[in-house]
Nanobody
Framework: VQLQASGGGSVQPGGSLRPSCAASGFTLDGYAVGWFRQAPGKEREGVSAIKNFDGSTFYANSVRGRFTISRDNAKNTVYLQMNSLKPEDTAVYYC???????????????????WGQGTLVTVSS
């Protein structure tokens, strides 16, 4: 079971990025997938999540309206479209997956057993 996060980079404020989370060794659509980020000196925080089965989505208040999470089951991949990026979005972004995530805990890192290695997003002028 492996998750590979990629697609980070450096952009100016107002720019866009679309990190992806590709799975190997298992079928991702049977899993809830979360995106988390960790900035230097800060705790890891939930950014967005998408449930298995019903596909319901969740967003942190700080990114709602700017970020969109989606699945491409044919590619076994989950994406995080990030628009209108701000300097405070700068962090290492991680994806995580688990089958047994309850709705009330989709944004908690402790709910997920499988983690990708992280991809760095830098927003700076």
């Amino acid at each position: 079971v492996q998750l590979q996060a990629s697609g980070g980079g450096s952009v100016q404020p107002g720019g866009s990025l679309r990190p992806s989370c590709a799975a190997s060794g298992f079928t991702l659509d049977g899993y809830a997938v979360g995106w988390f980020r960790q900035a230097p000196g800060k705790e890891r925080e939930g950014v967005s999540a998408i449930k298995n089965f019903d596909g319901s989505t969740f967003y942190a208040n700080s990114v709602r309206g700017r970020f969109t999470i989606s699945r491409d089951n044919a590619k076994n991949t989950v994406y995080l479209q990030m628009n209108s990026l701000k300097p405070e979005d700068t962090a290492v972004y991680y994806c995580a997956a688990d089958q047994g995530v309850i709705t009330s805990a989709t944004m908690r890192p402790q709910s997920y057993d499988y983690w990708g290695q992280g991809t760095l997003v830098t927003v700076s002028s």
